[in-house]
């Protein structure tokens, strides 16, 4: 028995017999894709809030911290401290994300003195407005992992570095007064974050004065240092505060910090 060959005229006469049918089968097939369509669309909202989402709102989050506030306020913001330290008469609180760390030091009433920010990560890359101007009127941004020292606008007003067998720290201190709202600024090259070490290395140094620095004058080593690396640190003190002299580390030590994944 020969099977009987489907043509397309046989089906448009099926379809006019069923009107019903076919309109369920369209209903069905409509239905599906719209199932489907949201299901990848739940994906897609997923897959954002894990990554691009999740910095996003890291983002946010760093940029509402602020000196002389409470730290039950960055606790709001950040989740509880992984660490908490006794820095002589002040508290040391350290938060950990997969993607930075900001170290906040109170006194012993919980109040913020200073805070710092660590990026961990080269895709993530918090940014600080100091509130000085470039010469065509937009506001200064320091990126972490993309500015170097050597853009930083002024002078600054400390400079200290120190490289070890297996540990490297260097900071520079700034001061801009009403425009930085009368807060102490540090740029750091932090050995707990994201470090791209090289063969240029600032070495042992040490300068201030309060009339500013003068970077030009700088030996030849530390200069490049200064042009060829990204800060990975900032850290903001209270107005009138010079607390980040008074602390023994800017941003979170590594020693205690690398216990974790």
């Not at 691009?52 to 506030?69: H, M, Q, V, W």
């Not at 002078?155 to 007064?177: D, L, N, Q, T, W």
């Not at 290395?201 to 009339?211: A, C, I, L, Q, T």
């Not at 003190?237 to 010079?242: C, N």
Request: charged share 25%.
């Amino acid at each position: 028995m020969k099977r009987e060959k489907i043509t397309l005229d046989r089906i448009e006469q099926w379809a006019r017999r069923n009107p019903a049918l076919v309109m369920l089968c369209i209903v069905v097939i409509i239905s599906s894709s719209v199932v489907s369509l949201l299901d990848g669309g739940a994906r897609l909202r997923e897959v954002y809030r894990h990554t691009l989402g999740r910095n996003s709102r890291n983002y946010e989050k760093i940029e509402a911290l602020a000196t002389e506030t409470h730290i039950d306020y960055f606790s709001s913001l950040l989740g509880p401290p992984a660490f908490k330290n006794r820095q002589g008469t002040y508290r040391e609180h350290i938060f950990v994300n997969p993607n930075f760390y900001v170290q906040a030091v109170t006194n012993t009433d919980g109040t913020v003195l200073l805070y710092s920010v660590t990026t961990r990560s080269r895709s993530f890359n918090p940014r600080l407005n100091l509130g000085v101007m470039e010469s065509n009127g937009e506001p200064f941004i320091v990126v972490l992992g993309k500015t170097t020292f050597a853009k930083i606008h002024g002078e600054p007003i400390k400079i200290e570095g120190s490289v070890g067998a297996r540990r490297m720290s260097y900071r520079e201190k700034y001061y801009f007064g009403n425009p930085g709202l009368y807060q102490n600024y540090n740029f750091v090259l932090c050995d707990a974050g994201n470090v791209p070490y090289g063969e240029v290395n600032p070495g042992n140094v040490k300068y201030e004065s309060m009339d500013g620095i003068d970077t030009q004058k700088l030996p030849s080593r530390l200069m490049r240092f200064r042009e060829t690396y990204p800060i990975n640190t900032f850290s903001v003190s209270a107005p009138h505060s010079d607390i980040d002299d008074k602390i023994p580390v800017i941003g979170p030590d590594y020693d205690q910090v690398r216990v974790l994944k």
